[in-house]
């Protein structure tokens, strides 16, 4: 099905590309001010933070992945002018049982909905179930996500867990979605989901 | 979702080290806004001093002080900061403190705004109970607009103070999650 | 109010460093102990190792997110297993971890006796709105005591768990501030 020559990290109209320590901080400093994205993006509550903080999350992300080797990090790049548009992640790699959770979104209003999600979702799943060998993904979405639980459900993943009222915000609680997929159920539905992205 | 940080008049944004020092120390001058804002005397430091206190502050990253700088919605302009510290999980209360530098945005109702935005984000996003704050009696403009966003005086630690030959009250003013919610009537 | 530490079977306490490490070592042995309470691969660790790794435990003291239990026995004063709640302090929610060491201990009531303890700190020491935990799918006695403790299915992660050549589920259960409130009679003098 995929063989040696297939390209992990480019997409049609995105690749995935790492830190530029340049550009980057900069811009994801903005998003970091935007609280629509931070409420999609994280659980935790919404921190703005200085190009410079950035900067230094950076250099501990990157000391990160080479020690404890449980993370795959990617920026988000567009194709046609290199800039920063989100993060993919792999994260929380547990090697002797096969799993690990993905996360990944795309920081600006003016790139969002065009698909890229789509583009760096099969990309992250390809990543991690033909190169990292993994048995299964996971993934972790508030109900209010409507965006990102449309995109599971259209990858395959399927919803496993409903923590009730597991998060408090914006004055209510709300439900924590788990879902997962499995490295065979991908094999089966990888190809159809792909070439609709690529064609 | 509500936009947890923007106002009326301000935005909440990133504590830069190098940007809010330069201010910071500016404002220090202002023996005035410093007696407003601190209980301890009024001294001056070094811009370099301010910048290496909040980069160590910044550094520990600790997850129960959010702290932010101010801005003018209009032109960007930097006016202050305000943090919000939680010092008791259990009982879900935090304390906020509030310090606008630039004295041209004082009685403008820029205090309040900002007031408010803290007050959604505590209650909203970290998910306190209550929020409390101390404040000078000699600060009645300040008392003004902390009544208006809704706190109510709860007690004073009498003569507290001590500032030009006279003894002063430190008062405490709290609003509780509810009285917020109702006055929010989401 | 009531007596927080105190049970019908057990008592919460906190051991030394020392202790700690003494029981664990012991404990390292069994491993279908480790298998039913872990997800990470058995190992062997050393007791020196073991004690450094509780004092620094110690060192950084009170965080208010941490609350990690010792639990002794009230009939001998036997140490026989750990509690433990994490909590996510911003959406009020606390993470259960409870392993009994001491195998002769299971199945006797001890494991549902320590959560009744741990549930009533949580909700009431700690005003948690909502506690959780995750059991693998081969340990029916654990799904049992949390059913009996309140605990309600939430559903399952399928196969992230590989041992023996097999793949297994791991189960996710909750319990919500209300339900645990209307367990207790319905008022808490809220």
């Known amino acids: ?199 | 979702m509500n936009d947890i940080l923007k106002g009326e008049l301000v935005r909440l944004s990133a504590l830069d080290p190098d940007e809010f020092g330069k201010a910071f120390s500016r404002w220090h001058r202002d023996s005035e806004f410093m007696r407003f804002l601190d209980m301890s005397p009024t001294q001056l430091q070094s811009q370099k001093g301010i910048q290496k206190s909040l980069e160590d502050d910044l550094e520990k990253q600790k997850s129960d002080k959010h702290w932010f700088t101010i801005r003018a919605l209009s032109d960007d302009k930097l006016l202050g900061d305000i943090d919000l510290s939680i010092y008791n999980w259990t009982g879900r209360d935090a304390f906020v403190g509030l310090g606008i530098g630039e004295r041209d945005f004082w009685g403008k109702g820029y205090g309040t705004d900002v007031m408010k935005v803290i007050l959604r984000y505590a209650f909203t996003e970290v998910n306190l109970q209550r929020v409390t704050l101390n404040v000078f009696e000699y600060n009645p403009r300040a008392v003004r607009a902390y009544e208006k966003t809704g706190f109510r005086h709860e007690g004073r630690l009498r003569q507290f103070l001590n500032r030009e030959g006279k003894r002063w009250d430190m008062l405490f003013m709290g609003i509780l999650r509810h009285e917020w919610m109702e006055q929010n009537e989401q | 109010m009531r007596d927080l530490f105190r049970g019908k079977l057990v008592r919460l306490t906190f051991e030394e460093p020392e202790a700690r490490a003494k029981a664990e070592v012991r404990w390292q042995r069994d491993t279908e102990f480790h298998r039913l309470a872990d997800s990470d691969p058995a190992q062997m660790v050393s007791e020196k190792k073991l004690k450094e790794w509780f004092e620094k435990q110690s060192e950084i003291g009170f965080k208010p997110e941490r609350y990690p239990f010792s639990v002794r026995t009230l009939a001998d004063d036997r140490h026989i297993a750990f509690f433990a709640l994490w909590l996510d302090l911003i959406h009020s929610e606390a993470w259960v971890g409870i392993g009994i060491g001491e195998r002769e201990f299971w199945g006797k009531g001890y494991g549902t006796d320590m959560m009744k303890l741990g549930l009533q700190y949580a909700f009431t020491e700690l005003n948690v709105q909502r506690v959780s935990l995750g059991l693998h799918e081969y340990n029916p006695r654990a799904l049992r005591s949390y059913e009996k403790a309140g605990f309600r299915m939430e559903g399952r992660t399928r196969q992230d768990l590989m041992r023996e050549g097999k793949h297994y589920d791991s189960l996710w259960m909750g319990i919500l501030r209300e339900e645990w409130i209307q367990m207790q009679g319905g008022d808490l003098n809220e």
């Open chain 1, 1 to 199: 099905m995929f063989d040696i020559q297939t390209q992990l990290f480019e997409g049609r109209d995105i690749r995935f590309g790492p830190i530029d320590y340049e550009k980057d901080p900069e811009i994801e400093s903005k998003w970091t001010h935007d609280s629509a994205f931070i409420r999609m993006y994280e659980i935790n509550p919404a921190r703005p933070l200085s190009a410079a903080i950035v900067k230094k999350q950076y250099e501990k992300l990157e000391k990160q992945v080479e020690e404890d080797k449980n993370l795959y990090h990617f920026m988000i790049r567009a194709k046609e002018d290199d800039r920063l548009i989100g993060k993919a992640v792999i994260q929380w790699v547990e090697w002797t049982n096969g799993n690990a959770w993905v996360h990944l979104g795309i920081g600006s209003a003016d790139d969002q909905r065009k698909g890229y999600g789509s583009q760096a979702l099969s990309m992250l799943v390809r990543f991690a179930f033909a190169e990292l060998n993994l048995f299964r993904l996971s993934a972790r979405v508030p109900e209010y996500n409507e965006p990102a639980i449309a995109l599971f459900n259209k990858f395959g993943f399927v919803e496993e867990v409903r923590r009730r009222q597991a998060l408090d915000r914006d004055g209510r609680r709300w439900d924590l979605i788990v879902f997962g997929l499995l490295n065979s159920e991908w094999q089966n539905q990888a190809k159809p989901v792909l070439s609709a992205v690529e064609g």
